[in-house]
């Protein structure tokens, strides 16, 4: 069976389910030969057979489930699938296919709950992951379908509808939902943080700082628009307010790699030079808090900073792991392309 020699592998299985009628392995076997051959109601019989036999056996209960899926009987597939997890609770298959037919069945937020723990169970089977990732995509959607039924102009059917234009690329109409929504409710906070960061992603920065400057009027100790306000001051050529503004991001989040760097970058631009290098000093020294840009920028600031401060020695020594991070991107990017042209062609249906 292992080298693919399905039909001499079903001869030796029948022959000896025929010669031992009471040895469930036999049937086992014979039920999994058949479901990789496809014929899915000789795999029920002999699986049946086995777990008839055996009740206990394990993986049959499992396969067994899987055949009756593929023949569309959904109830009776959860039964044995069910049956499987109450014999193997570590079987993150068992999990899946319990999913998996309940997607079927168009019972999302049952698949949702068994997917979770297949997941639990095995965390980077890719399998289990496109399964999860479905049903809780579906169960998603069913939600704010039923949220729109319920409540078709709530201002979080427009708060909603904004996210999704968002991720579609559609600002202009993510706008309109973002505003529609604020219109109804004006001091939700979330809601002009949101506006905001779309603003941002059109290049509007002038209302964007607007926007993040009302959310924290309504929510003052809100860290990600403090540090995103302050990162954009700095955009804006208004270091002093950003530096101010970043400041107490790190006071709540002093750990933070990236509100270190927007920081050193105010104060450089504030020429406060020793207290930039120190919070670039403070991003290197820590580089897997950072992403490999922040990390990669870091350097190269450090380098000018270094050179302003007359230690040479310094600057060429951030200047060159700064040339090995930039090296190391491009020839990421390189493979990634290389990768991509690489990849077989689809073939046109």
Known sequence: MRQGRLVDAAAAFADCASRRPDFAEAFFNLGLVRLQQKRFEDAIKALEQSVKLKPRLRGAHLFLGMA??????????????RREVEIDPSSANAYMWLGVVQLAQGN???????????????????????HRGRAHMLLSREIYEHMYQVSPNSWRVHEVLAQAFKEADRLEDAVKECQEAIKLKPDEPGLHEELANIYWK??????????????????????????KLGALRIERSKPADAARLLTEVLRHRPDSAEAHYQLGRAQAQL????????????????????????????????????????????????????IKLKQQADAQRQQKLQDKLNRPQQPQM
């Open 271 to 322: 020429g406060e030079n020793e207290p930039a290098v120190k919070n670039f000093a403070a991003v290197v020294a820590e580089p897997g808090k950072a992403d490999s840009d922040t990390l990669k920028q870091s350097y190269y600031q450090l380098a000018q900073l270094y050179r302003r401060l007359g230690r040479s020695e310094e600057s060429r020594a951030a200047l060159n792991s700064f």
């Open 108 to 130: 999302a937020a049952g698949a949702v709950a068994v997917l979770d723990k297949a997941a639990e169970l095995s965390p980077n089977d890719v399998d289990v992951l496109y």
């Open 68 to 81: 009756r899926y593929r023949t569309n009987e959904y109830p009776a597939a959860l039964a044995a699938l």
């Open 202 to 227: 059109q290049n509007h920065l002038e209302q964007a700082e607007t926007e993040f400057e009302s959310e924290l009027k309504i929510d003052p100790q809100n860290v990600d628009s403090m540090y």
